[in-house]
């Protein structure tokens, strides 16, 4: 193999072969090694093989020669390569807020922030330009899922659009 | 064909109306069937409320057109941005992204948009033809059957697996796991739950597949925000006939193998193309270009297979009553509210209605294909579109999607959760495609097992000798020996001479 490894990769394999123990463990609870036609056998098998997998997935990783000399380097690669600040990072932080805010807020509310802050982030135009199109994208999507597909979209409690011939 | 078999086929060819109803439905079925999450079941049975009003027939010809329209247009999102529309359309992701990737968007939506056409007839034709005996065989499919079928499809995690086959096997047996997650179906136990009471509703496959595909996708198409966008050659549409007749007969046999898994009841297009996919990257010996790296074999086999599978599903739910996926499910209990009863007494007692179906999904098939490919340069600029302007909204539809399924949010922050731990796989090399085999085709193994092993009393023997007893079962048993012998190096070597062999032939 003439690939070398990325930077993480090696600690990855590890954290996957504890999760497929966990796994097992918790597959072991359903209903131990019973019968082959046991609720469990599956889960427990399934977890098996991603235990011996993953642990066959370290074995080839020390095989590889890593890309980074040593762990400072590792973990400079990894914040360049993996997990990058910007844009990453700040994205994923925008779309977790936008998880958090969509039951307090609703669908609307919350969509236009998020859609608001991730084009401003991310495409760094004016503020006009961005305030009209996450305004545009939030009514067409309203008007293409909720008026035409009737489709329910999360809303918040607070906030009835019903009474306003809006909602429901 | 008698003549009034053929006046009922013709009813709605000759009536304005019922070719209008035809034509909105396919174009309402393309149309949902592209946004993920949005399923063509989904799509059915929200059009269908609208229809309990109307007369009978007007209700069957616009549902003919969404059920097309819905399987064909999941491939347009999975072909350019790796996010299937519809579970049916995972397979058609493999290699037409990589493909969009290169820049021929328009051609890869163009093959699949004929191959479907195509797909689509033939499972009409099948149903036109064999509609009694196919929903006799269908019958005798017994659980270890669907067992052997699903493991059948496993196997494709060999070819999904990129740069390592342990990676691939791990990102199955993950899949397997997270389909196994909620109340047990045959003991009604809590499974890989935590103990958690919300996570006994189990998790939804296209959950999974939205967060997997979807989300994830947007997380490593943020990191390449300055990269130019890949102008897409949407100037030739209709592919040349050269391509089509070439893999006319893969089409073919990915058509009839989605016909018979549509037929059977409980499994549909999704799985359909997968097996087709399958039988693509282990038969084309020379493909345009290695499997999932752009293989135009790859888009042609898991769509001409998902669209034959419309067909297919209609045989048992014409001739038995038997649904043969969801959305035949949603049929039936429409066909109940406009006062038929699905069964074998239905093309008795009303038999105009099943040549009048067939009528309408030929002509959906026509509009199926005007629709496709008039289409495809508007949805072929979408991945022209800057990656910071469509990312977000990738985002909102991934939300708008999974919140649809049940309308729960847990289920949202799964998508949210699945979305970042996917980022990670795909970033170390693991392939996202097994898990989803994994997840959907777990646990229909898991269940499929059980029972068999059930009918057997808990006897193991009796449950392998019924194995080789019984001809379906057989027949799969010795498909998938063989295949597996084939992956072995010995089986490798063995068809690497033969191959030699029949080449110096062919130059002698």
């Given at each position: 193999?003439?690939?070398?490894?990325?930077?993480?990769?090696?600690?990855?394999?590890?954290?996957?072969?504890?999760?497929?123990?966990?796994?097992?463990?918790?597959?072991?609870?359903?209903?131990?090694?019973?019968?082959?036609?046991?609720?469990?056998?599956?889960?427990?098998?399934?977890?098996?093989?991603?235990?011996?997998?993953?642990?066959?997935?370290?074995?080839?990783?020390?095989?590889?020669?890593?890309?980074?000399?040593?762990?400072?380097?590792?973990?400079?690669?990894?914040?360049?390569?993996?997990?990058?600040?910007?844009?990453?990072?700040?994205?994923?932080?925008?779309?977790?807020?936008?998880?958090?805010?969509?039951?307090?807020?609703?669908?609307?509310?919350?969509?236009?922030?998020?859609?608001?802050?991730?084009?401003?982030?991310?495409?760094?135009?004016?503020?006009?330009?961005?305030?009209?199109?996450?305004?545009?994208?939030?009514?067409?999507?309203?008007?293409?899922?909720?008026?035409l597909f009737k489709v329910i979209?999360?809303?918040?409690?607070?906030?009835?659009?019903?009474?306003?011939?809006?909602?429901? | 064909?008698?003549?009034?078999?053929?006046?009922?086929?013709?009813?709605?060819?000759?009536?304005?109306?019922?070719?209008?109803?035809?034509?909105?439905?396919?174009f309402a079925g393309i149309y949902?069937?592209?946004?993920?999450?949005?399923?063509?079941?989904?799509?059915?049975?929200?059009?269908?409320?609208?229809?309990?009003?109307?007369?009978?027939?007007?209700?069957?010809?616009?549902?003919?057109?969404?059920?097309?329209?819905?399987?064909?247009?999941?491939?347009?999102?999975?072909?350019?941005?790796?996010?299937?529309?519809?579970?049916?359309?995972?397979?058609?992701?493999?290699?037409?992204?990589?493909?969009?990737?290169?820049?021929?968007?328009?051609?890869?939506?163009?093959?699949?948009?004929?191959?479907?056409?195509?797909?689509?007839?033939?499972?009409?034709?099948?149903?036109?033809?064999?509609?009694?005996?196919?929903?006799?065989?269908?019958l005798d499919v017994a659980p270890?059957?669907?067992?052997?079928?699903?493991?059948?499809?496993?196997?494709?995690?060999?070819?999904?697996?990129?740069?390592?086959?342990?990676?691939?096997?791990?990102?199955?047996?993950?899949?397997?796991?997270?389909?196994?997650?909620?109340?047990?179906?045959?003991?009604?136990?809590?499974?890989?739950?935590?103990?958690?009471?919300?996570?006994?509703?189990?998790?939804?496959?296209?959950?999974?597949?939205?967060?997997?595909?979807?989300?994830?996708?947007?997380?490593?198409?943020?990191?390449?925000?300055?990269?130019?966008?890949?102008?897409?050659?949407?100037?030739?549409?209709?592919?040349?006939?050269?391509?089509?007749?070439?893999?006319?007969?893969?089409?073919?046999?990915?058509?009839?193998?989605?016909?018979?898994?549509?037929?059977?009841?409980?499994?549909?297009?999704?799985?359909?193309?997968?097996?087709?996919?399958?039988?693509?990257?282990?038969?084309?010996?020379?493909?345009?270009?290695?499997?999932?790296?752009?293989?135009?074999?790859?888009?042609?086999?898991?769509?001409?297979?998902?669209?034959?599978?419309?067909?297919?599903?209609?045989?048992?739910?014409?001739?038995?009553?038997?649904?043969?996926?969801?959305?035949?499910?949603?049929?039936?209990?429409?066909?109940?509210?406009?006062?038929?009863?699905?069964?074998?007494?239905?093309?008795?007692?009303?038999?105009?209605?099943?040549?009048?179906?067939?009528?309408?999904?030929?002509?959906?098939?026509?509009?199926?294909?005007?629709?496709?490919?008039?289409?495809?340069?508007?949805?072929?600029?979408?991945?022209?579109?800057?990656?910071?302007?469509?990312?977000?909204?990738?985002?909102?539809?991934?939300?708008?999607?999974?919140?649809?399924?049940?309308?729960?949010?847990?289920?949202?922050?799964?998508?949210?959760?699945?979305?970042?731990?996917?980022?990670?796989?795909?970033?170390?090399?693991?392939?996202?495609?097994?898990?989803?085999?994994?997840?959907?085709?777990?646990?229909?193994?898991?269940?499929?097992?059980?029972?068999?092993?059930?009918?057997?009393?808990?006897?193991?023997?009796?449950?392998?000798?019924?194995?080789?007893?019984?001809?379906?079962?057989?027949?799969?048993?010795?498909?998938?020996?063989?295949?597996?012998?084939?992956?072995?190096?010995?089986?490798?070597?063995?068809?690497?001479?033969?191959?030699?062999?029949?080449?110096?032939?062919?130059?002698?």
């Amino acid at each position: 193999m003439t690939r070398r490894l990325r930077p993480g990769e090696r600690i990855f394999g590890y954290a996957m072969f504890l999760f497929s123990l966990f796994l097992f463990y918790h597959a072991y609870q359903i209903s131990g090694f019973s019968s082959i036609s046991s609720a469990g056998a599956w889960p427990l098998a399934a977890a098996g093989l991603m235990a011996l997998c993953s642990a066959a997935i370290i074995v080839q990783n020390h095989r590889m020669e890593s890309a980074c000399t040593g762990a400072r380097e590792e973990i400079h690669q990894f914040g360049k390569d993996i997990l990058p600040p910007h844009p990453l990072l700040g994205y994923l932080a925008i779309i977790v807020a936008y998880m958090l805010v969509l039951e307090p807020l609703g669908f609307n509310i919350s969509s236009f922030l998020f859609l608001f802050g991730s084009f401003w982030y991310l495409h760094r135009r004016g503020i006009f330009l961005t305030l009209a199109l996450s305004f545009g994208t939030v009514i067409a999507t309203y008007v293409v899922f909720r008026v035409l597909f009737k489709v329910i979209l999360p809303e918040a409690e607070w906030l009835d659009l019903s009474a306003l011939g809006l909602g429901g | 064909m008698e003549a009034s078999a053929l006046s009922y086929f013709l009813m709605a060819w000759t009536d304005p109306y019922l070719i209008f109803l035809i034509a909105v439905g396919t174009f309402a079925g393309i149309y949902v069937g592209v946004i993920p999450g949005l399923s063509v079941t989904m799509a059915v049975s929200i059009l269908i409320s609208f229809t309990f009003s109307w007369d009978v027939n007007e209700a069957l010809a616009m549902m003919a057109g969404v059920f097309l329209g819905g399987v064909y247009g999941g491939s347009r999102t999975a072909i350019l941005l790796n996010i299937p529309g519809a579970p049916a359309a995972i397979a058609a992701g493999f290699d037409g992204y990589p493909l969009a990737k290169m820049g021929l968007a328009g051609m890869a939506i163009g093959v699949s948009t004929t191959v479907s056409f195509f797909g689509a007839l033939f499972g009409i034709a099948v149903l036109a033809v064999a509609a009694p005996f196919i929903s006799e065989l269908a019958l005798d499919v017994a659980p270890r059957d669907y067992l052997l079928l699903a493991a059948l499809g496993l196997l494709l995690i060999g070819a999904l697996s990129g740069e390592s086959l342990a990676k691939g096997m791990f990102a199955g047996a993950l899949g397997i796991l997270i389909g196994m997650v909620g109340l047990d179906p045959i003991t009604v136990e809590p499974r890989m739950t935590f103990g958690t009471t919300a996570m006994m509703g189990g998790i939804h496959y296209v959950t999974a597949m939205i967060g997997f595909f979807g989300v994830s996708e947007a997380l490593v198409q943020v990191r390449n925000l300055d990269k130019r966008v890949i102008k897409q050659k949407v100037d030739k549409i209709l592919p040349s006939w050269n391509v089509i007749l070439k893999h006319l007969p893969l089409s073919l046999r990915c058509s009839f193998i989605g016909t018979i898994i549509g037929a059977l009841p409980g499994t549909g297009g999704d799985i359909a193309a997968l097996l087709a996919y399958g039988h693509a990257a282990r038969s084309v010996k020379k493909p345009s270009k290695p499997f999932g790296k752009g293989a135009i074999e790859g888009i042609i086999a898991p769509e001409s297979a998902c669209n034959a599978a419309v067909g297919g599903a209609y045989i048992p739910m014409l001739t038995l009553g038997i649904p043969g996926d969801a959305v035949t499910a949603v049929l039936i209990g429409a066909l109940y509210i406009h006062g038929l009863k699905p069964g074998p007494m239905l093309m008795i007692e009303t038999p105009h209605l099943f040549w009048f179906t067939v009528g309408n999904l030929v002509l959906a098939a026509f509009f199926m294909l005007i629709f496709g490919l008039t289409g495809i340069r508007a949805f072929a600029k979408m991945v022209e579109m800057p990656p910071a302007l469509l990312m977000p909204i990738i985002v909102i539809l991934s939300v708008v999607g999974t919140y649809s399924i049940q309308n729960s949010l847990t289920d949202v922050y799964w998508m949210l959760a699945f979305g970042i731990f996917g980022y990670f796989l795909k970033r170390y090399g693991y392939q996202i495609g097994p898990i989803i085999l994994g997840v959907i085709l777990g646990p229909i193994m898991d269940i499929n097992f059980r029972r068999a092993i059930l009918s057997t009393r808990g006897d193991i023997g009796e449950f392998l000798l019924e194995l080789v007893t019984h001809p379906i079962s057989l027949i799969l048993v010795i498909t998938m020996i063989l295949l597996l012998i084939a992956q072995t190096p010995a089986g490798q070597r063995f068809t690497a001479r033969r191959r030699l062999k029949k080449e110096a032939a062919n130059i002698e």
